[in-house]
């Protein structure tokens, strides 16, 4: 993926000739836009002007008809993702909108999101993944009462000793190895690096793990569909074999 440097550039907005219709409706006409960097731009004009649709072509969410658009190097239509990777963007209205100040917004709303679908992907492919371990867990208790603390017992170290919490710098020795190589802490890494959402002042991470997040997660998702999938199936049909001879 290239890299784009705004320290040479002088335009952090780049767009010629921007063109968007809506059916017989024509939104933008070949818009021309140059903005500086360090510059605050305010886009004025009446409803229907073409101002949301503008900035939706520049965000990524629309597609412009014709015309080209550059944020800091990276081309709207060809470099989607890298566009994501350098905003952030903010809706117009909030249920509570009348009482934020600028610096509110900024907390209220989500980090800026930085492209890539790879961890969503990861994050369902572990859910189904720990879905076979949580079936045998099921299939191997001897009654539905049974199943809360088996459970639990499987649930509790993946989900309180990760650093979704709490940081794992701050935990015991024995606690932080865990934690670093716990799967759902990788799950949560990969999440906070999409959106941008590391937390002010965490170091970076030293361990492998944590490092390539999505990778860890699909080597987990792989074992453990490896593992526990041909055991729940066998479970089970032991299980149904032993009902119908009865």
């Known amino acids: 993926m290239p890299a784009f440097r705004t320290t040479r550039l002088k335009h952090v907005i780049e767009a010629t000739g921007l063109q968007k219709r809506f059916g017989a409706v024509t939104a933008l006409a070949g818009l021309d836009l140059f903005v500086e960097k360090g510059t605050i731009l305010a886009l004025l004009g009446p409803n229907g002007a073409g101002k949301t649709t503008a900035v939706s072509i520049l965000t990524t969410l629309l597609r ?59 994050a369902i492919l572990f859910s189904y993944a720990l879905s076979w371990v949580m079936a045998l867990v099921g299939l191997m208790v001897p009654s539905p009462e049974v199943i809360n603390n088996a459970s639990f017992m499987v649930v509790f170290p ?26 759902v802490s990788a799950v949560t890494q990969a999440a906070r690096e999409s959106f941008g959402n590391i937390p002010t002042g965490a170091p970076d991470p030293s361990v492998w793990s944590l490092q390539n997040p999505v990778i ?24 149904k074999s032993g009902t119908m001879q009865r």
């Not at 412009?64 to 550059?70: I, N, W, Y």
């Not at 249920?95 to 961890?119: E, F, H, I, K, M």
């Not at 074992?223 to 199936?233: D, G, K, T």
Request: hydrophobic fraction near 45%.
């Open 64 to 122: 412009a008809d014709a015309g080209t658009a550059r944020i800091a190097g990276a081309d709207v239509r060809n470099s989607p993702e890298q566009v994501r990777r350098l905003i952030g963007l903010s809706g117009q209205h909030t249920a509570v909108d009348g009482y934020l100040t600028g610096s509110d917004r900024g907390l209220a709303y989500p980090q800026r999101y930085r492209g890539g679908r790879s961890w969503v992907c990861a």
């Open 158 to 183: 993946l989900t309180f000793v990760v650093n979704t919490f709490v940081p794992t710098e701050n935990l015991p020795k024995v606690l932080r190895v865990f934690a670093e190589w716990n799967p």
């Open 216 to 239: 860890y997660t699909i080597m987990w998702v792989v074992v453990l569909i490896a593992i526990f999938a041909p055991l729940s199936v066998a479970r089970y049909r032991s299980l």
